[in-house]
């Protein structure tokens, strides 16, 4: 079963255009991570949300956590080529004593044209 | 500080054929996690591991494939008689304290299967 939706899958856009992909659930979470991972490599983080109505921001990428805890959304702002990549969230499946192992969503291919 | 290493980095093995895929956490580090990763997909939790004991293995596929962490040298991920649709990248992630929200990841291992 997959827990968390991202939408959409696939994305190809100009560079300068702002896009926003999002990622969904029904399930409450304590917090939620994005990760970009680029071609041939490992996904790198990029935040952790952690309160409900957050928003944290990283140069031009605004990511914001649901008010429920339930979805969390990406912005970015005047996309750049080296934007490209697959754009992951995530949840700790863990326990306080069984780790941090993290479940991934679906994931967003973003390719930003120069 | 290095980061996760993993190797080798491309391994084509024959149907049958045994792989081995090995991964040396970041130092100081003493939880391992393997994930697989289909073409376009998110990333799949398989296994996670401290020195000497599988915690969660609740994402391994029952038969073929085994993990281990011992307590000196590289965590390994084994899968014995490969088959076709084992060809994927598996990637591996480190994390020094339970519970903590930040897992970092090695560059992965892509496996093809002819």
């Known amino acids: 079963t997959q827990l968390l939706e991202q939408s959409p899958q696939f994305l190809s856009i100009q560079e300068g255009e702002n896009l926003t992909v999002y990622c969904n659930s029904s399930?409450?979470?304590?917090?939620l991570q994005w990760y970009r991972q680029e071609p041939g490599e490992g996904p790198v983080l990029l935040v952790t949300v952690v309160t409900g109505g957050e928003v944290k921001k990283l140069k031009r990428l605004t990511f914001q956590f649901g008010d429920a805890r339930k979805d969390s959304s990406l912005h970015i702002t005047a996309a750049q080529p080296g934007d490209t990549g697959l754009y992951l969230c995530a949840y700790s499946g863990g326990m306080v004593n069984t780790g941090n192992q993290f479940y991934f969503g679906t994931g967003t291919s973003l390719t930003v044209i120069p | 500080n290095a980061g996760v290493m993993q190797n080798p980095r491309h391994l084509v093995r024959r149907r049958g054929q045994e792989a081995r895929l090995r991964c040396s956490p970041m130092k100081g580090h003493s939880h391992v996690y393997w994930y697989r990763q289909l073409p376009e997909e998110g990333l799949k939790f398989m296994v996670y591991?401290?020195?000497?004991?599988?915690?969660?293995e609740s994402g391994m596929p029952k038969e073929r494939f085994s993990a281990e962490f011992p307590k000196e040298g590289p965590s390994i991920l084994r899968i014995q008689q490969v088959v076709r649709g084992d060809s994927a990248a598996y990637f591996c992630a480190s994390s020094s304290l339970v519970g903590s929200t930040e897992a970092f990841f090695g560059q992965g291992t892509r496996l093809t299967v002819v």
């Open positions: 399930s409450v979470f304590s917090s």
């Open positions: 591991l401290q020195k000497e004991n599988i915690i969660d």
